[in-house]
């Protein structure tokens, strides 16, 4: 599966924005999908990820109250809603899948940038 992030961008702080993930792929129903974020000088983490066919939703403890992940297997597309951004959320956001949650997480998006201005 192919996957190719976008929705970043500029917003200030309080503001909301959706990131949108589209795969490519018949059997994007078939993979766990998640989102993860990098900020400058810092590893990735986790940021959510969602079960195939949407009954669980995982997040950072720090960022549940905030954020929400959803997908549309009809349109093969993860979505990212965050909300209340903090200039602590500015990092790229990745959006990646894998196929069971044994696994490790083999596909991965190009990233999209999410800068919160104070």
């Known amino acids: 599966v192919q996957l190719q992030a976008s929705g970043g961008g500029l917003v200030q702080a309080g503001g909301s924005l959706r990131l949108s993930c589209a795969a490519s792929?018949?059997?994007?129903?078939?993979?766990?999908v998640g989102w993860f974020r990098q900020a400058p000088g810092k590893e990735r983490v986790f940021v959510a990820r969602?079960?195939?066919?949407?009954?669980?939703?995982y997040y950072a403890d720090s960022l549940k109250d905030r954020f929400t992940i959803s997908r549309d297997n009809a349109r093969n597309t993860i979505y990212l809603q965050m909300n209340s951004l903090k200039p602590e959320d500015t990092a790229v956001y990745y959006c990646?899948?894998?196929?069971?949650?044994?696994?490790?997480?083999?596909?991965w998006g190009q990233g999209t940038q999410v800068t919160v201005s104070s």
């Open positions: 990646a899948a894998r196929i069971a949650t044994t696994w490790p997480w083999d596909y």
């Open positions: 969602i079960t195939r066919d949407s009954r669980s939703t």
């Open positions: 792929g018949r059997t994007f129903s078939s993979y766990t």
